[in-house]
């Protein structure tokens, strides 16, 4: 058998690939042709199936009319829902002008006034220790007893001059009575004497620096030597606080000072102390004094409160906060929610008499619970929008509910937006 020829075996090829293609397609072709017939008879005669065509499609366009209107009209009234529940009222309050207790707080150091160490006059060995750490002792009462062997030693010595002294003076008073000496013999005995007892002072002074006294009342502190401690001159034993007055030190910055000094009625200003635990101290205190000098560095000035501690509940070295409040008397005052911020400044809607809103720039004194005290800006006789800030813009003219002041301020209970 011969091979065929190279143009007869390409054809074969391209045969074999494409017979199963058109068998496939006359396929197709033959249910597509099916199908048509099919769908004509049925649009003729109609499908026993489904009943009429044209009924049907007639129903189902009604049915779906109807459906239309329905989410339509559901449509509407979600949407008129939504705009009802996305705007609220404008309503109109003016600021208000009243006495107002302003507060403002402090960090501070509660101190002793009278709070020392005390220290060893002399050295030696601790002898005694009188007291407990944290005893309470009166003025006077002994402390601590520093060995005071040496120091008896030289009184001793010094008693026995004084009176050998005393006596050589006596000797020669006689003799002067007899004429045996003069004057100025009796003027030396009687200088040598005086030294000698001058000596027995200083000696006394020594010994007395042993035994250590307490010089005034107060609470003994954290003792700092133990017994049969060897003690040098000058070495702190333990501190002693007197805290039946306490000063309490607060920084405040120089703008409120100079608003503090020309406050005609600044001796009236009120002061009291928030202890750590969140509880006021029972006793109010007063200014005591101002330091002379600011600090460079923060640029405050240290101020001291005066308290009476007769519980003795305050003690040296604590924490609080001191509360300095005033009156300010005629403040204008506005509610928190009546004002928003831009760039850390802070405004108000106002509505003049035509009912225009026009923006305008407030300058806060100070801040309380829900409420703003106006230094600059607004006056009582201004209509500002509580309600309905985020709806109105500037230069709109708006329609508005109005609320008097007092009712508004009774009723505060949120902050700015």
Not at 175 to 200: D, G, H, M, R, T
Not at 238 to 255: C, G, I, K, Q
Request: net charge negative; aromatic share 6%.
């Amino acid at each position: 058998m011969k091979p065929l020829p190279l143009p007869t075996l390409v054809i074969v090829l391209i045969g074999s690939v494409l017979l199963p293609a058109c068998d496939q397609a006359s396929v197709l072709k033959e249910q597509y042709f099916s199908s048509t017939a099919e769908a004509h008879e049925i649009a003729q005669h109609g499908d026993p199936k489904h009943g009429d065509g044209e009924h049907s499609a007639e129903a189902h366009g009604d049915h779906g009319h109807d459906g239309g209107e329905h989410a339509g009209s559901q449509h509407e009234g979600a949407a008129h829902e939504s705009g009802e529940h996305a705007l609220h009222k404008i309503v109109v309050t003016n600021p208000l002008a009243k006495d107002v207790v302003t507060t403002q707080p402090y960090v501070s150091q509660i101190h002793s006034w009278r709070h020392i160490e005390v220290r060893a006059l002399e050295g030696g060995y601790l002898e005694k220790i009188a007291v407990q750490e944290g005893q309470t002792v009166n003025k006077g009462d002994v402390i601590f007893q520093i060995l005071p062997t040496l120091y008896q030693a030289r009184l001793d010595a010094e008693l026995a001059e004084a009176q050998l002294a005393q006596i050589e003076l006596q000797n020669t008073q006689k003799l002067f009575q007899q004429n045996i000496v003069s004057q100025p013999e009796v003027a030396l005995a009687n200088a040598k004497l005086a030294k000698v007892l001058a000596q027995v002072k200083l000696t006394q002074a020594e010994l007395d620096f042993a035994t250590i006294k307490a010089p005034f009342g107060g609470i003994v502190d954290k003792q700092h030597e133990q017994l049969g401690s060897l003690i040098a001159e000058g070495d702190v034993l333990t501190t002693l606080s007197d805290n039946s007055t306490m000063w309490v030190y607060f920084n405040v910055p120089e703008a409120r000072y100079l608003a503090y000094e020309a406050d005609p009625n600044k001796d009236d200003v009120k002061v009291e102390l928030m202890l750590a635990d969140g509880n006021k101290f029972p006793y109010a205190g007063k200014i005591g004094a101002v330091e002379a000098d600011f600090n460079n560095e923060t640029g405050n000035i240290a101020f001291r409160g005066d308290f009476p501690n007769p519980q003795r509940l305050l003690r040296h070295g604590q924490t609080g906060t001191v509360l300095l409040s005033r009156v300010a008397k005629g403040a204008v005052v506005i509610p928190q929610r009546a004002t928003f911020e831009i760039l850390a400044k802070k405004y108000a809607y106002v509505v003049d008499d035509d009912n225009i809103v026009h923006q305008r720039e407030i300058v806060i004194q100070s801040e309380q619970d829900d409420i703003f005290l106006i230094k600059e800006g607004l006056h009582p006789s201004d209509k500002i929008v509580l309600e309905g800030i985020r709806q109105v813009r500037d230069g709109e003219k708006v329609e508005y509910e109005y609320e008097a002041p007092q009712d508004v301020l009774a009723h505060l209970k949120y902050h700015a937006e």
